[in-house]
């Protein structure tokens, strides 16, 4: 039991930590082709915030998004390609539906605020025969004060926190320096790594501003994030610059890992590594690197 909600069984199968998810309008059938170019880790065909929020739009956009995706699938078969659905409080949720099918990767479902929202999701999508894994969007104050309990239920396989609209709800203002977000970001990262799920970072969009995208992620990637959204194909190469271990990293890793190991046979509980001596937050630290060019993610202990 979830927040007072009890939750049905849902089969997930290990889950990646993509680095980089890459948005294109479900409305667009010559973008979404070109997709994989940029060799995102994942993909997401929105039917929310970018098809215009009247019913004739998002009725025509959906056949458009079904097709494309299941093109999609069939000429890249390895890449993660998820659908967005409008929120399930949304006057657009029951018909978007019937754009699902079994080959897609997961559902994005954005503002999620409680436990008893994705089990209307799960449920919703059983009805459909349908058996998919959810991308949780936190994007109201509410969704970002019960991150935990969201992500904690078993159908939710990664996560991402939205900036914008979370601002929105709270009737703040966007700034340069994103304090506004920090609390909320943070509460969100750390909710991720107490459920054991992937989190994906904010979007940045300012379109042509490396370095804004590079700083940006820099602090998402500081605050335990594992990857970035991402809303054109130039970000995908930056994401993984920012959230993936260069050959050096994973290298020396390896290396610390094997010390301790050759430390620990010959019954040292202390030894130095390059001159540093070596605590457990550093071979913790090591392990990560590892599992995350694995594309595992650690799983949280009991608290």
């Known amino acids: 039991m979830l927040g007072g909600v009890i939750v049905t069984n849902v089969r997930l199968t ?21 997709l994989p170019r940029s060799a995102p880790d994942a993909v ?16 025509a956009a959906r056949p458009v998004a079904r097709d494309a995706a299941r093109d999609l699938i069939a000429v890249a ?4 390609v998820f659908l967005r659905v409008n929120a399930v409080h949304s006057p657009y949720f029951e018909a978007d539906l019937a754009v699902l099918t079994p080959e897609l990767a997961g559902v994005v479902v954005p503002k999620l605020e409680s436990a008893r929202d994705v089990q209307q999701v799960a449920d919703a999508l059983s009805a459909q025969g349908l058996d998919l894994p959810l991308m949780a969007g936190l994007e109201t104050g509410a969704g970002v004060w019960n991150a935990r309990e969201i992500m904690e239920h078993p159908a939710v396989g990664w996560a ?7 601002t929105t709800d709270l009737g703040g203002m966007r700034t340069a320096g994103g304090l506004e977000v920090l609390y909320a970001r943070s509460q969100v990262a750390l909710a991720a790594r107490l459920a054991g799920v992937p989190a994906l970072d904010i979007v940045v969009t300012a379109l042509n501003n490396e370095n804004l995208f590079r700083e940006d992620a820099g602090q998402g990637r500081a605050l ?3 990857g970035k959204l991402c809303i054109h194909p130039a970000q995908v190469a930056l994401a993984h610059d920012i959230f993936g271990a260069t050959p050096a990293q994973l290298a020396r890793a390896r290396a610390l890992l094997q ?5 620990a046979r010959r ?5 130095s590594f390059e001159g540093q001596m070596v605590d457990e937050p550093m071979l913790s630290a090591a392990r990560a690197v590892l599992a995350g060019a694995a594309g595992i993610t650690p799983q949280a202990e009991e608290v």
Request: proline share 11%; charged share 25%; no cysteine.
């Open 259 to 263: 010390a301790a190991q050759e430390a």
């Open 44 to 59: 997401v065909i929105d039917l929310e915030d970018a098809i215009p929020g009247d019913p004739d739009a998002k009725s």
């Open 77 to 80: 078969p390895r890449l993660n």
């Open 224 to 226: 335990g994030y594992s």
């Open 160 to 166: 991402y926190f939205g900036a914008e609209d979370y």
């Open 14 to 34: 290990p889950l990646p930590r993509p680095r980089s998810v890459l948005f294109a309008p479900g409305n667009r059938a010559d973008l979404i082709a070109k």
């Open 267 to 271: 019954g040292h509980g202390a030894f």
